[in-house]
């Protein structure tokens, strides 16, 4: 029997499993891969949030069920971080939660707040939970295009695109995702963005989900939260994550904060899909958010290090590429030779050709097409091996 399953149906194929696939073939025939494909950073937890796991694990209590809301004290510890980051107070009983990854808790928010045919608006190009989150929860989702009128600036455009979507979606939209610094675009917004975005939201009653991933992994101007906008908590929440800022991918944690209505939701559906993280890695998150910050600075310098290099490499190889302000992303438009051919077999052809792996913009929604991803995850000696491979490849291109 064929399985026949209305949610999967709803899901499209993933289009980095071809990238994948052809990636991991290269590698069993014993090709040095490159992969610039995932932003899995590659640096070690710091060792003082490392050692107070080890610390809390050895109590045989903390090996019990923990709770789904997190800790009280890592509550705090979120509560702090947003005054002395943001100037922004939190209640942490009321408008903070602890989540497994800023991805779980954005998947979950869905599944708490959306009916089904509830419209959801989402930027497009995106990261795939941002759209596919509320998919999955019977939402429809109307995209967000990124650009449009080049004589116009990013906010303009935005705006202009939030209002039509507003103005032609029916039923009206329950609310709208954001995502500054963006992923995959690196595209970053100051706090005149966010106040008009919340003016823009309140008076036609649509919630705001912000994700605030990359809030830290920023080579200008710190990011702001739209949390610092004074009315933003009656309409929004924001998702913040350690993966990027402190290292710890795997330790999957993160947060919600603001609008208590959405933190009561998200922490309702919480409650009967989990127990929260795993104790130890809350007190561990504590100490990452209370500890010092100094590791952060050093996380950022690599990053810039690594950027510089990148960038500068692929400019002189040819391949005219933006430097981004922020993000651990390089958002790329194909090289002028094959901006006919599409970024998924681009992808395909970079990889065979270069072995260097990039993600495809088009598996980011379609406004993504024309752009591939590179993620800052290779040192500094790796990147410049895949940039004489890139170099090699393009001028091959040029000669035929």
Same mark, same amino acid.
């Given at each position: 029997?064929? !399985?026949?399953?209305?949610?999967?149906?709803?899901? !499209?194929?993933?289009?980095?499993?071809?990238? %994948?696939?052809?990636?991991?073939?290269?590698? =069993?025939?014993?090709?040095?891969?490159?992969?610039?494909?995932?932003? %899995?950073?590659?640096?070690? @937890?710091?060792?003082?949030?490392?050692?107070?796991?080890? *610390?809390?694990?050895?109590?045989?209590? @903390?090996?019990?069920?923990?709770?789904?809301?997190?800790?009280?004290?890592?509550?705090?510890?979120?509560?702090?971080?947003?005054?002395?980051?943001?100037?922004?107070?939190?209640?942490?009983?009321?408008?903070?939660?602890?989540?497994?990854?800023?991805?779980?808790?954005?998947?979950?928010?869905?599944?708490?707040?959306?009916?089904?045919?509830?419209?959801?608006?989402?930027?497009? !190009?995106?990261?795939?939970?941002?759209?596919?989150?509320?998919?999955?929860?019977?939402?429809?989702?109307?995209?967000?295009?990124?650009?449009?009128?080049?004589?116009?600036?990013?906010?303009?455009?935005?705006?202009?695109?939030?209002?039509?979507?507003?103005?032609?979606?029916?039923?009206?939209?329950?609310?709208?995702?954001?995502?500054?610094?963006?992923?995959? @675009?690196?595209?970053?917004?100051?706090?005149?963005?966010?106040?008009?975005?919340?003016?823009?939201?309140?008076?036609?009653?649509?919630?705001?989900?912000?994700?605030?991933?990359?809030?830290?992994?920023?080579?200008?101007?710190?990011?702001?939260?739209?949390?610092?906008?004074?009315?933003?908590?009656?309409?929004?929440?924001?998702?913040?994550?350690?993966?990027?800022?402190?290292?710890?991918?795997?330790?999957?944690?993160?947060?919600?904060?603001?609008?208590?209505?959405?933190?009561?939701?998200?922490?309702?559906?919480?409650?009967?899909?989990?127990?929260?993280?795993?104790?130890?890695? =809350?007190?561990?998150? @504590?100490?990452?958010?209370?500890?010092?910050?100094?590791?952060?600075?050093?996380?950022?310098?690599?990053?810039?290090?690594?950027?510089?290099?990148?960038?500068?490499?692929?400019?002189?190889?040819?391949?005219?590429?933006?430097?981004? *302000?922020?993000?651990?992303?390089?958002?790329?438009?194909?090289?002028?030779?094959?901006?006919?051919?599409?970024?998924?077999?681009?992808?395909?052809?970079?990889?065979?050709?270069? =072995?260097?792996?990039?993600?495809?913009?088009?598996?980011?929604?379609?406004?993504?097409?024309?752009?591939?991803?590179?993620?800052?995850?290779? %040192?500094?000696?790796?990147?410049? =091996?895949?940039?004489?491979?890139?170099?090699?490849?393009?001028?091959?291109?040029?000669?035929?």
């Amino acid at each position: 029997m064929e !399985p026949d399953f209305h949610r999967i149906k709803r899901l !499209p194929p993933y289009v980095f499993a071809e990238v %994948n696939q052809a990636k991991a073939k290269l590698r =069993q025939d014993g090709a040095d891969v490159i992969d610039f494909g995932m932003g %899995n950073p590659d640096s070690a @937890t710091p060792q003082h949030i490392v050692d107070k796991l080890v *610390e809390a694990a050895q109590d045989p209590k @903390t090996h019990r069920y923990s709770t789904s809301r997190g800790i009280p004290g890592l509550r705090r510890a979120l509560a702090a971080y947003y005054a002395r980051r943001f100037g922004v107070e939190l209640d942490p009983e009321r408008e903070a939660i602890v989540t497994l990854g800023s991805k779980e808790g954005l998947a979950n928010l869905a599944q708490a707040i959306t009916s089904p045919g509830d419209v959801i608006l989402a930027p497009n !190009p995106c990261y795939p939970i941002h759209s596919f989150g509320f998919i999955m929860a019977g939402g429809a989702i109307r995209s967000l295009p990124a650009g449009g009128d080049p004589s116009l600036s990013f906010r303009e455009n935005f705006m202009a695109a939030l209002e039509r979507a507003v103005a032609h979606s029916i039923p009206k939209p329950l609310a709208v995702v954001l995502n500054f610094p963006q992923n995959p @675009t690196a595209q970053c917004v100051d706090l005149d963005f966010y106040g008009e975005v919340v003016e823009f939201c309140r008076r036609h009653g649509i919630y705001i989900l912000s994700d605030i991933a990359y809030a830290e992994i920023y080579f200008g101007e710190p990011p702001p939260s739209i949390l610092q906008i004074p009315s933003a908590k009656e309409i929004a929440v924001e998702f913040y994550s350690l993966s990027k800022t402190y290292s710890m991918p795997g330790w999957r944690i993160g947060f919600a904060a603001g609008n208590p209505t959405l933190i009561a939701a998200l922490a309702r559906i919480k409650s009967y899909v989990d127990y929260g993280a795993f104790t130890p890695i =809350q007190v561990a998150a @504590t100490a990452a958010l209370n500890g010092p910050q100094d590791c952060v600075d050093q996380v950022r310098a690599l990053y810039r290090e690594r950027r510089d290099v990148l960038v500068e490499g692929l400019n002189k190889a040819g391949w005219a590429v933006p430097t981004p *302000e922020a993000t651990m992303f390089v958002w790329a438009p194909l090289p002028t030779a094959f901006h006919n051919m599409g970024s998924l077999a681009f992808s395909k052809l970079l990889l065979e050709e270069a =072995q260097v792996a990039v993600a495809p913009g088009v598996g980011f929604g379609e406004y993504g097409e024309g752009y591939v991803r590179l993620g800052l995850v290779e %040192n500094t000696h790796r990147t410049r =091996q895949a940039l004489r491979g890139v170099r090699s490849f393009l001028s091959r291109a040029d000669v035929g």
